[in-house]
């Protein structure tokens, strides 16, 4: 039974994790790790660039797996676009016995045509988003719609990797994988969930999080070309400090005097830098 659990830049680790940890105890498991670049130089890092994973195979060397895992993350957005993943998923698809995702992972599968008009589950901030794509969203841990199998923010992962191990090997196998794993959660705290959680944590995760787990990047804006500019001058030395070059100024004689009657007014000599400004006044930046 061959299991692909499939990789990207930026994956959350736990997504893949828990699942693999669950899912490779099944007696006769074969888990492959895949990527669309495989091998030491197809690096796979997790979300916060500190983990990194070395996928063993290219996703076409897992054509024909038996479960499908993709996981979320913040990577995800890269991955929304129809592409190679999304035909390997197509693909894939056709002959799996299960398809299956966690957190976020839900979103690819959506926009690679897979979940429309299925029941399916996500991260709780990203989860309306299924919508967008043909998906029934429902606010569950773990969402079984046929073959289909996803399931909610990233720990859900390895409560949906149990109950997949009890539809596959029994409840008795799934149980001794549970015990051998000793998961028996006892969190410290009651706020996994935003229906729990205090308010003000759950406003301040939403905004905090709000750009990076929309379904898909948002469309570039056109760059404005900018509009031309005149030259820049060189400073005058006595200016080099403000940059600028020093203020002029002149004075004019009152209408009818002896300089004002066919004499041209002249611009005194250059003030300091200092007396300019003040006679001119500041000028605008």
């Not at 709780?124 to 996803?150: I, N, S």
């Not at 003000?200 to 031309?228: G, H, N, W």
Request: glycine share 8%; with cysteine; net charge positive.
């Amino acid at each position: 039974m061959q299991i692909a659990i499939v990789l990207y830049d930026r994956f959350t680790a736990l997504d893949a994790i828990g699942p693999y940890q669950v899912l490779s105890a099944l007696p006769g498991a074969d888990v492959v790790f895949a990527a669309e670049r495989p091998g030491p130089m197809g690096l796979v890092s997790d979300e916060e660039g500190r983990l990194i994973v070395s996928a063993e195979a290219a996703l076409s060397d897992v054509p024909r797996p038996d479960i499908v895992v993709v996981p979320g993350g913040p990577g995800q957005r890269d991955q929304m676009a129809d592409g190679p993943l999304h035909a390997w998923l197509r693909d894939a698809d056709q002959t799996s016995t299960w398809t299956t995702s966690v957190c976020t992972g839900s979103l690819i599968l959506a926009a690679a045509g897979l979940l429309t008009g299925r029941r399916a589950t996500s991260y709780w901030m990203a989860v309306d988003q299924l919508a967008k794509f043909g998906a029934t969203p429902v606010t569950e841990r773990v969402v079984f719609d046929g073959k289909y199998v996803t399931a909610a923010g990233v720990s859900s992962g390895i409560d949906m990797a149990l109950a997949l191990a009890g539809r596959i090997a029994g409840d008795r196998t799934a149980q001794a994988i549970q015990l051998g794993i000793e998961y028996d959660p006892q969190p410290p705290y009651d706020a996994g969930s935003p229906d729990r959680a205090p308010a003000d944590l759950v406003t301040a995760l939403r905004a905090r999080s709000r750009l990076t787990l929309t379904a898909a990047p948002s469309p570039s804006r056109p760059r404005e070309r900018k509009k031309p500019t005149a030259p820049r001058t060189r400073p005058h030395p006595a200016n080099s400090h403000t940059g600028r070059s020093p203020a002029r100024w002149s004075t004019r004689a009152p209408p009818g005097s002896s300089r004002q009657a066919g004499r041209r007014t002249r611009s005194p000599r250059r003030r300091p830098c200092r007396e300019s400004a003040t006679r001119s006044g500041p000028r605008s930046r």
